[in-house]
């Protein structure tokens, strides 16, 4: 198992890499190039030289978080075998690069949705949340800008501002859609990469949706169990796998997280897991908490114990954390709550592992 730490360049963040490197027991960083629109090609000499900064900092660059897949191959349009031959040019250029996980999703139009990313919590400190009648049945476009100017003027993965003006005529597109047919281009797109995962050694780990269930009557596919494993039987290649993301999963309580993790990383088939904790508000409001067991509804030592008796050999990162100590970062994304988090989680790990000698 190797801890990373998620990270944006060219500025893009608030955490630096010489802080991220001070985090013991974090060995690299998941990487990405938000400035590069989707669905062109990552270019070989600017991949090399973020992994050189990344590399000088004493860090690795072996996953990549995201590279997201262009709405055209979601939507299923002729443009999208351009843009297949474009997602594995970059693969190729990525495995040059030492890139060993790319982990990406097939959420329509926006990746995962909040109401409010800086709610007070009793502690103090504020956390991103999510309450359904605050989002259904508004216009996106109107939550994009409302998270983007609680984004303290960092970007915000899912949420480009250059997307906003299409998401209302994405959202009717989908809606016309049976899900069979979106499952149907997720098919296309596998088939089609797959066989170069394998060419280049590369593990692919698609990442659930979040939240996990049906928000502007869009398609929602990696929402559970069943649903997982229709997705891995769709292509079985080992390098198909997931992003086990427990706070996405977990925040639909019929989700047995440390169950799916069982069944899934004994199959060797989890190659990267998002570690966070959330607190439900039946049926389908949440909010973020710090990673203690205590502090949540999820039990991360069930989690992490999950994924060390299943022999996991991936990725794992602390996942979002709230913002403490009076640091002003990207929502979820500052360093001092995920650190805790690290530490924790490290501190889980190395009981299982002495427990399980
Ligand atoms: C949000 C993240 C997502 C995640 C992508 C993976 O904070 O969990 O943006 O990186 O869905 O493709």
Redesign the pocket.
Known sequence: MKMIF?WFPNGDDSVTLDQIRQIPGVSGVAACMPHIPVGEVWQQDDILAMRREINDHGLEMEVI??V?IHEDIKKGLPSRDRLIENYITTVRNLHNAGVRCI???F?PVM??ARSDLARPIEDGSTVMSYHHADLDGLDPAAIGDSMHSEARGFSL??WERERMPQMSADICFYREMPVECYWDNIRYFLDAVMPYADMYDMKFA??PD?PPWQLFGLPKVITNADSIRKFLGLNNSSRNGL?L?TG?LGANGDNDVPSMIREFASQGRVHFA?LRNIKRTPPRDFHETAHLSACGDLDMFEIVRALHDSGFDGYIRP??GRMIWGEQARP??GLYDRALGVEYILGLWEACEKFSR
Request: proline share 4%.
């Open positions: 998620r978080e995201s997201n982990c990406y999703n959420m990746d995962w993965p899912g698609i990442h979040d992003t993301c996405s998002h996942d979002h979820g994304y």
